[in-house]
């Protein structure tokens, strides 16, 4: 479950973490097995926390440069650095980075003349037509938008998402850092991804800085092994 809150996070591109940027959103869409996912996103500076509404108490919580874990295991909430939880189970769950991984080069990258609203903000729907890993060309439907709070909570989102993938040891291809700079230069959030990420909601008020505390009562162990038996076995 924790990787699959983090695929929420790279359904496109990471770009910077802006220092202003606040604010909470619910996002939808596909996972890499094409089952349906939802994720809480919260996230204010260098801060963010990202949950599944059906497991709220197992999110991640990425705190400056630290990325955490937190779970409940045996009635226990513990909680571990993500590079642990990724060298001991990441084998276990689906890359964070498969919906971007097939865009191996950007053919174009174009805007029509059609606009949508999605969490209430408007936006624009570009087509994207790019080489997948074996040089197939496809095409997909962006829906972006200039509006500030979308720009934002893409930087902070993808922040988190291309941090894990580098604890994953994945490499995004350079269609994928090719996308991403695109959107920072044009100052662009992202708001939809063709059917397999889609932001339902939206609000640029800060979160409570508790938000973002470690959970009282908790403790830190350095390997899940014991308590979760099988755990990164094979």
């Known amino acids: 479950m924790m ?28 996972d890499d097995r094409g089952q349906p996912f939802s994720a809480s996103v919260e996230y204010a500076g260098n801060n963010l926390r990202a949950a599944s509404p059906q497991s709220p108490n197992n999110y991640l919580l ?23 939880l990724m060298r001991m189970a990441g084998g276990l769950m689906p890359s964070p980075t ?23 903000l408007g936006g624009t729907v570009y087509v ?59 100052r662009l959030g992202l708001l939809r991804f063709g059917d397999r990420f889609r932001v339902e909601t939206l609000d640029d008020r800060a979160p409570p800085p508790s938000r973002f505390e470690m959970p009282g009562g908790s403790f830190q162990i350095p390997d899940l092994r014991g308590l979760l038996p099988g755990l990164g076995g094979r």
Do not use: F
């Not at 990787?3 to 869409?29: D, F, K, N, Q």
């Not at 097939?102 to 949508?116: C, K, M």
């Open 3 to 30: 990787l699959r809150i983090a695929a929420t996070a790279l359904l496109s591109l990471s770009l910077p973490l802006l220092a202003h940027a606040a604010g909470t959103a619910r996002l939808a869409g596909l």
């Open 62 to 84: 990425a705190r400056g440069d630290k990325i955490y874990a937190v779970s409940r295991v045996n009635g226990q909430q513990v909680v571990m650095e993500a590079a642990d």
């Open 98 to 120: 498969a919906a971007l991984e097939q865009v191996s080069a950007i053919v174009s990258l174009q805007p029509t003349t059609r606009s949508e609203t999605v969490a209430g």
């Open 128 to 186: 994207l037509t790019y080489e997948d890993g074996r040089r197939q060309r496809r095409t997909e439907e962006l829906v972006l938008t200039s509006a500030p709070a979308a720009s934002e909570l893409t930087a902070a989102a993808l922040k988190l998402g291309r941090s894990l993938a580098s604890l994953s040891g994945t490499l995004l291809p350079p269609g994928a850092d090719d996308l991403a700079r695109r959107l920072q230069a044009d």
